[in-house]
């Protein structure tokens, strides 16, 4: 019994002092003169860059073109299938794909600045912090977040003038389209992806971040408004009830036959037909180009791209 | 695990109640359950409907939101999970018989695996054929069981070889399922519903796909019942009743994967059910499966249907999935089984 108090006791102490060598998040720089600049990420880190990055490695694919809009200069890239490369990135050094990255290979650049993506690269901030890299952890999602972004990127290059007139432009072509549609109130379910189950997208996500900018009121609000996340499996019984006007259905994969079999799948089902927005066909699916990883510099495009099934009068001076 | 089954009905017995008298009380409890269970799942939801208000509705069908949603959304999802509920819960009972381990399920012939990386290819890979997810997951299923089948086959057919060359195929086709939702981290969410299983949006095309095979294998499960007690005694003393093992064996076998398969290609990977049904119903009316098999079957009504009114009235208006609440449910239970099995 003694014994195994004494190998339970050591048990104990080896955990805590092992515990004890764990991570520390602090950031340790000692900042004595001026730097260059202070960031407060989005997971909240306060990161501080010493002096102006002059090799910067970018571990987001959809990152890549709001970089190439604000002339920022990298050294690597993310491997990404997915969009387009930037010609001025194409023949960069590539580190792997966002979800398995070849860690090794980052530091192997000797990167000043690490452009990572929020929620997903945790695991490396230590790494590369103890080799004195700093690591702005970045999530863009919405609109706004892809303007406060291109902000700080032009921040980090010390290309502000450029990322100004980017954000001034983005902003203008938005509001062209806002302009032109009528003031109504509409009321909008965006379901996620499949129509196997009931997931719906809530304001956060980006079909829903960009259908409240169009003015729509999105009825899955109800009962989840304190949720985090940006889509959740919901009733379908309570989309009968809340009887919506209008119903997206955003999509994943590409294909001119997608959207005719996304709408079949839906129509065929007793269990959708049963919304009046699937009886009177009110229901468009949303490409994933747009709406299901952020657009991007696209965003105007995204956000016209709804407007215009909802209002094609609206558009119609338009090609 | 057979002492502790004669245990419930010999204590049954011991307080002079008959043990023909005992198994029917068992069983009309199981009834009774699962008769609440579809009860519940009828009126209860994000709008209760009082049942005479769904007598109503089902005498004369009207256009409001309370009669769609009775018609054509809690009516077939009520009639896809019992008859998932009774799929499952006899696949195992099966299994768990032919091979001859409390801890055989479903799974262990590959019937999830198998269907898991289909249902995971199509939605992931190609979303575009999504509507072809059943017939597809189906055929996983099947392939992987038949595969587990050969795999094992040496001379003939030994369970501990089954549940061998399953949990190698499973983790073989689990590396799949996981390399794909890592590199299409943007996709994963559809595959992840299905891997957890659920009947959100299920209706009547789906009860039409399941409700054959429930009935087939209900009949063929319950004139194999004989076998199936044969068969927990042993091979050398089944043969020696005259019994073809190889053949009963396959045989069973093979209805328990289309009973198995049938419903996760509909409802996707719902867990648990096929291991914890069998044996709850087990523990109370016995290991005789000429009563077991139908205990278990209103017993999956039951779970599934309960569960499924669970899931949905617990967070209205968000719905769990289905088979969160059951794994949530059966893990417990399965640890209660393990403490008593040491």
Known sequence: MKKKIAFFTLFLIAILVLSGCGPKTEQNITNNGQAYLTVTDDEGRKVVLLHKPERIVALAGSDLNLLAAVDVKLVGRVSTKVGSIPDKYKDLPEVGVTTGLNIEKVVALKP????????????YIQLLESNNIPVLMLSIKSFADVKSKLHLMSQIAGTETKGNEVIAKLDNEV?????KLPKENKTVVILHATAKNVTVELDNSIAGGIAKMLGFENV???GTAELKGNKVPYSLEELVRRNPNIIFLTSMGSGSNIEKRMKEDVTSNPAWSSLDAVKNNRFYVLPEKYFLLNPGLN???AIKYMAQKIYPEAFVNEK | MKSNSTDTVGTAERYGI???IW???????????AILGVFLSLTKGSMNISISDIINILQ????????QIIWNI????????ALVGVNLALSGAILQAVMRNPLADPHIIGISSGAGLAGVVIMILFPAMEYLITPIAFLGAMGAAICIYILAWKNGIKPVRVILAGVAVASFLGSGISGLMIFYSDRVHGALMWMVGGLAARSWPQVTIIWPYALVGLILALLGARYLNILQLGDEMARGLGVNVEFVRIALTAVAALLAASAVSVVGLLGFVGLIVPHAARLLIGSDYRFLLPASALLGVGVVTLSDTFARVVFSPIELPVGIIMAFIGAPFFLFLLRREL
């Not at chain 2, 004369?60 to 009669?67: C, E, G, K, L, Q």
């Open chain 2, 60 to 67: 004369s069908p009207i256009n409001s939101a309370s009669s």
């Open chain 2, 74 to 81: 809690r009516m077939p999802r009520t009639i896809v999970g």
């Open chain 1, 112 to 123: 000043d600045c690490v452009l990572a993506v929020a929620g997903q690269h945790d695991k």
């Open chain 1, 175 to 179: 509001q062209d389209v806002l302009r």
């Open chain 2, 18 to 20: 008959s043990r023909n």
């Open chain 1, 299 to 301: 965003y105007p495009a």
């Open chain 2, 23 to 33: 198994r029917m009380v068992v069983l009309v409890f199981f009834a009774v359950l």
């Open chain 1, 220 to 222: 899955a609000k109800r």
